[in-house]
């Protein structure tokens, strides 16, 4: 029987860094193989065979108000509830045309970021539903709250919300999750069959993040490196306390890369500190290799999915210090250190390892990359496309 996919992805297709991105990367491997359409906000499609995209342009203007909402210090508005609201509901009639016009095949409902009164409609047309979880669900976020407000405070999560996602993996044939993490704390938090989930990590150009890394830092300091959004949720207060504590402590012999858009109350945060920082801004790194410009990535975040700078970061031959749950594909002690978020005396350890070791930069660094070399965007696309044959 012919099946027929439809990926439903409340983001931007083809753009750097959003699940649209991914959504592309299997349309392109899949482009013989099967007949996909994709609603999405907004396209940038470059891949001229990949023709079915509607797209929602008003719900991408609704979304760029509220990012600059949350960018310039109103981060207890839910805007991304009310967006996705609006999207799912601008969403369900191309969804009946896309019925209607595949009435016939087999269908896929693919789904990024979605509310379960909306799956509840595609259900009822016979739809396969497969839920892709692009971030660590929110029960996460309440845990943290409760555990480290010092560092992380959730104002806006509902146990409303955890409910809802309890029915959205209640209700979908297949659950697929970016790392190890995410799918256990799925399995054990929402009491979800293993037999749903689906682990795919992703994937990574090689070509664009290679690089050599054969000298020493001995004689300079260790260029730490961070990479994303600036705010509480990637760590950063976390962060910066630890690199404080540190310096009180001893001279510092390193230095903090800032890479990526600075939220508004985190800015009186990096004005006093005791060691040198550098902040570079937003760098699009599908166009720069930012990683060259430092020895090691740290990734503090205390809620994600997988995070795609770690994958480049490897690629690019450095060691790595990050969470649990930055859901990565790091090997702990081999290249590089997984700890607990919001611990402590883990971040420090850690960091104070590369300090005093500087030879295990280049070290570690290579083992990253003998680790992510088998990770590529095509693995990728294989490993979620075959969900595409239940």
Same mark, same amino acid.
């Given at each position: ?201 992703? !994937? ?7 690089? &050599?890394? +054969?000298?020493?830092? /001995?004689? =300079? #300091? ?94 690019? !031959? ?7 749950? &930055?859901? +990565?594909?790091?090997? /702990?002690? =081999? #290249? ?55």
């Amino acid at each position: 029987m012919k099946r027929a996919i439809l990926h439903h992805i409340a983001s931007d297709f083809g753009i750097n860094s959003s699940i649209g991105y991914r959504s592309k990367k299997i349309c392109q491997y899949s482009k013989n193989k099967f007949d996909i359409t994709i609603i999405c906000r907004s396209s940038k499609n470059t891949h001229k065979q990949i023709n079915n995209i509607w797209t929602l342009k008003i719900v991408f203007l609704i979304s760029r108000v509220f990012a600059l909402l949350r960018i310039y210090g109103f981060q207890n508005i839910p805007g991304r509830k009310y967006e996705l609201f609006i999207f799912n509901s601008f969403s369900v009639p191309l969804i009946f045309i896309h019925y209607i016009l595949n009435r016939k095949s087999k269908r896929y409902f693919h789904s990024w970021d979605t509310s379960y009164w909306l799956l509840f409609i595609v259900k009822k047309l016979n739809y396969i539903i497969i839920k892709d979880c692009a971030m660590n669900p929110s029960k996460i976020s309440l845990l943290h709250t409760k555990i480290h407000p010092k560092y992380y405070l959730d104002k806006t999560t509902k146990d409303s919300h955890i409910k809802n996602e309890k029915n959205i993996f209640d209700i979908s044939e297949i659950i697929i999750s970016p790392s190890t993490f995410t799918s256990n704390f799925i399995i054990n938090e929402y009491q979800i069959s293993p037999k749903k989930l689906k682990t795919i990590p992703f !994937g990574v150009n090689h070509q664009k993040f290679e690089t &050599s890394r +054969s000298r020493s830092s /001995n004689n =300079r #300091n260790l260029r730490i490196g961070f990479v994303g959004v600036v705010n509480m949720r990637k760590g950063i207060r976390w962060l910066i306390n630890d690199l404080n504590r540190i310096s009180e402590s001893e001279q510092p012999v390193f230095e903090l890369h800032l890479f990526g858009r600075i939220f508004n109350e985190e800015k009186n945060l990096l004005n006093n500190l005791k060691f040198k920082i550098f902040k570079h801004g937003f760098i699009d790194t599908s166009k720069n290799n930012i990683y060259k410009l430092f020895d090691v990535l740290i990734h503090p975040s205390f809620i994600e999915g997988s995070a795609k700078c770690i994958y480049e970061a490897m690629a690019s !031959g450095l060691p790595i210090i990050c969470t649990k749950e &930055s859901g +990565s594909i790091v090997e /702990n002690k =081999r #290249n590089g250190f997984v700890i607990k978020a919001g611990n402590s005396e883990n971040l420090i350890n850690s960091i104070e390892y590369f300090l005093k070791n500087k030879e295990e930069v280049i070290r570690m660094g290579n083992e990253s990359i003998k680790i992510v070399k088998d990770y590529s965007w095509e693995r990728y696309a294989k490993n979620v496309t075959d969900n595409y044959l239940f």
